[in-house]
């Protein structure tokens, strides 16, 4: 539609001319006329070409954009994870700006087509009014275009640079939102703040490049096509002066000539939204091809007779050649003498390393031959880290069957009668202690057959701990729970303890006995 309301565009001053030459200097009543219901006609083509054609474009533009934020979101919340190494506002300003600039490629193959149609209609009008006017712009309009693209590549390196730039600055601001309670505590928001400023004014200077490119390549466009036309319309006066040509082909050529510098003008823009559409193509791209950080198979049971995880000589980061049977139903807790190795031991169980050595079984299967889904329901692994969502504290744990008693069991008693209370943004207004225990009355709530639990009171009292771990303990019938942790509390309620030191298991037993018996047990844990 956009190419036929060039076409039509470039049919204007050839029906003016024609209008003259037939109607106007002959003086004849019925020419005239019918030159009027061509115009009427050919206006009404025009206009309801444009207007549909228009349409169609803005509809595909944001039809195409909403598909590839779906793809970009599905990818970033794939449970196997990405590699991609951004983080979450660089995701974010490629779901957003990048989606948006590369679907505007819509844009620019259709405007891109219909100036070549209204080149190649002006070319045949021209041929057809004069061979030697019709072969100056047949060739000298395309050594425009190439002229034009040779600063696209040029275009292209700043745009990316610059949306680059874009994406480390919003990805910075999230990070400083979200820390913003912590920044304040330690009296490090001035230091913040420049860190940010600096960062602002390095997107502003590559904002500042990529529109110099810009504003080069329209100046280039707008010179090179008015000295263009300017030929052309010199050329067809000179031929009208010695009777080559009469005065509506005159008209016809100068029309055309001042026409055509639009669709070369339509044709530089449509090489700037190719190039910024490049640039943002390549970032999408990087994100959609990314390798999972998790391996997982196709398999789709588990055995029931097999233990529900099973580790054997597994070594990664610290851990090395660790070994760790929990059967159904069992509570273990683990007591990492050295942190890295209880971060080592989450990564495994979340299968977030694939590069480990050892085997990792759930139920007798290895981790790597499970199906996603099946192991998204089979093991739930619960950080001290706790994501909240805005609503109110029912809506963040979507559930009302045992509501009561798993917010109890979770320690989180006391806001019960606060269930509808309206939450903010990841609730800011809760306490760290809060968000913790309605991170963990959801994970109760989902009834996993494996919850990994990772410190799940170190932001509480000592009370409301020993709530917490009473609360497990009637909670975990027919569940299988591993608990990393150093409170005495929670690894009292244990079936039995297992120490980790050096990445290996240099204890096993329950906790009053390791209490008693073990000097670093008892230095790690008791106080």
Request: net charge negative; with cysteine.
């Amino acid at each position: 539609m956009l190419s036929l309301h060039q076409a039509t565009e470039a049919a204007v001053p050839v029906a003016i001319g024609v209008f003259v030459d037939r109607a106007v200097t002959t003086g004849r009543i019925e020419p005239l006329l019918w030159c009027v219901l061509m115009m009427v006609v050919l206006f009404a083509v025009l206009s309801n070409a444009w207007k549909t054609g228009a349409r169609q474009v803005v509809w595909a533009i944001e039809y195409e954009t909403h598909l590839l934020r779906l793809e970009i979101a599905q990818r970033v919340l794939d449970p196997r994870g990405h590699r991609t190494g951004l983080r979450s506002g660089e995701l974010l300003s490629i779901a957003t700006s990048d989606a948006e600039k590369a679907a505007l490629v819509m844009r620019g193959l259709s405007v891109g087509a219909a100036a070549c149609t209204a080149l190649i209609v002006s070319s045949v009008s021209l041929l057809l009014v004069d061979v030697p006017l019709g072969l100056g712009v047949l060739i000298g309009v395309p050594l425009l275009v190439l002229g034009i693209q040779a600063l696209s590549p040029l275009l292209t390196r700043r745009t990316s640079s610059q949306q680059e730039a874009v994406a480390q600055t919003t990805a910075l601001a999230t990070d400083l939102v979200a820390g913003l309670r912590t920044l304040r505590g330690i009296g490090a928001q001035h230091n913040a703040a420049a860190r940010y400023r600096h960062s602002s004014q390095d997107t502003l200077r590559a904002t500042l490049r990529a529109a110099s490119t810009n504003g080069l390549q329209d100046g280039v466009t707008t010179a090179l096509s008015g000295l263009l036309l300017a030929a052309v319309a010199g050329v067809a006066g000179w031929f009208a002066l010695h009777g080559r040509i009469t005065i509506g082909e005159l008209i016809t050529v100068v029309g055309l000539a001042q026409f055509v510098a639009e669709p070369v003008g339509t044709l530089g823009y449509a090489s700037q939204i190719f190039a910024r559409a490049r640039a943002s193509a390549a970032r999408l791209s990087a994100v959609l091809s990314s390798p999972p950080q998790t391996v997982t198979g196709t398999a789709t049971s588990l055995d029931p007779a097999k233990p529900l995880l099973t580790l054997e000589g597994v070594s990664h980061g610290t851990l090395s050649s660790l070994t760790l049977v929990l059967q159904p139903g069992e509570s273990v807790g683990v007591l990492c003498y050295d942190p890295r190795d209880a971060d080592a031991l989450l990564t495994v169980l979340a299968g977030r390393a694939p590069e480990h050595t050892g085997t990792v079984l759930i139920g007798g299967t290895t981790l790597e031959e499970l199906d996603v889904d099946l192991l998204r329901r089979t093991v739930l692994l619960e950080r001290h880290e706790t994501d909240l969502f805005e609503g109110t504290l029912r809506t963040n744990l979507l559930a009302e069957k045992r509501l009561e008693r798993v917010m109890t069991a979770a320690g989180a008693a006391d806001l019960i009668e606060e269930l509808d209370r309206p939450l903010a943004d990841r609730g800011q207004a809760l306490s760290g202690g809060q968000r913790q225990r309605l991170g963990l009355a959801r994970a109760l709530l989902a009834e996993p057959p494996l919850l990994v639990l990772h410190d799940p009171s170190t932001a509480v009292d000592a009370v409301t701990e020993e709530l917490l771990a009473e609360g497990l303990a009637d909670e975990r019938t027919g569940r299988t729970t591993l608990v990393l942790t150093s409170s005495p509390a929670l690894l009292g309620k244990m079936d039995r303890v297992v120490v980790i030191a050096d990445g290996t298991v240099v204890a096993e037993g329950i906790h009053s006995d390791l209490a008693s018996s073990d000097a670093g047990y008892q230095e790690a844990v008791l106080r």
